[in-house]
């Protein structure tokens, strides 16, 4: 498990070229993403003495003096960031297709390569992200049985530490849940990749088998990279936190730590690939 994680720092160190496109991907799309945010925020300017303080720590007030002001803006922000997010995702989904393919290959980015297996693999690879919101959908409806089993054990009214402890535990659940889901998908993806999966059903048993087959190395891989991007949040959020003055210095000093934290978090990401791609080789058959 360990030497497999070495390996996926290993091979995306040695792809920078390759950080740096998605890099620049992520920042452009996040860029077009606030663009509606930044006209909202201008033509509101005029309404709020608080628009003084926007470079310091967000201020509740701020937002629902916005809405207040601006009653399309909430309606109108809920479909951006739907959109958005949805975007986002067939972005990464694009995108993964090229990195599996390197890292599943000789290891070393080729831009031909890289952009043509990124456009071989997408619509396979959407057809298995939808096949997969069936796993998802029995994921999510296991969290919130455990919430329908409090009620048949205790009644409508238990006692607090019932309530508490049982939040707790659906809250681990769920986390628990999203990451094997996160890994079945992955591996899913590999077997597209590696053996020109063409069935999005077949890739998708072909994940699920793996997974079992290998499910405490896989585990562990997911596990430590979880761990180490919750230290990665904990660390910028120390940070961040100290960096809310509104002014100039601190408004940039706070850009560039920001950018640094996305650069970290992408270089865990494309890591956790590699690890998961090294595992893939030596474990599949």
Known sequence: MFRNIATGFRLTAQNKKMIGIVYLINVLFGL???????????????????????????????????????????????????????????????????????YLGDGVYDPTAFWGSASRYFWRF?????????????????????????R????????????????????????????????????SRMAIVRDDVRRSRQALL????????????ALGIALIFFILTGLTLLIYNIVADVLKSPSIVVIVLLFFWQQAYMLIRLVLRLSLYGAESALFRTRSG
């Not at 998802?136 to 089993?149: Q, T």
């Not at 072909?206 to 190395?217: C, H, K, L, N, T």
């Open 126 to 150: 959407v057809r298995l992200a939808l096949w997969s919101l069936l796993i998802l959908g029995l994921f999510v409806g296991i969290v919130f049985a455990f919430k329908g089993l409090q």
């Open 32 to 102: 077009l993403m606030m663009l509606p945010w930044r006209a909202a925020i201008s033509s509101f300017g005029g309404h709020s003495l608080l628009m003084r303080n926007m470079g310091g720590a967000f201020n509740m007030d701020f937002l629902f003096d916005l809405v207040i002001h601006q009653p399309t803006f909430l309606s109108i922000w809920i479909t951006v960031i739907a959109a958005g997010l949805l975007l986002y995702q067939l972005v990464q989904l694009f995108l993964s297709g090229g990195i599996f393919s390197v």
């Open 206 to 217: 072909a994940g699920i088998r793996f997974v079992q087959q290998q499910f405490w190395p």
């Open 152 to 187: 048949l054990i205790w009644g409508k009214h238990p006692y607090e530490t019932v309530l508490y402890w049982n939040k707790v535990f659906r809250i681990v659940l769920l986390q628990f849940l999203l990451m094997l889901y996160a890994m079945i998908l992955d591996y």
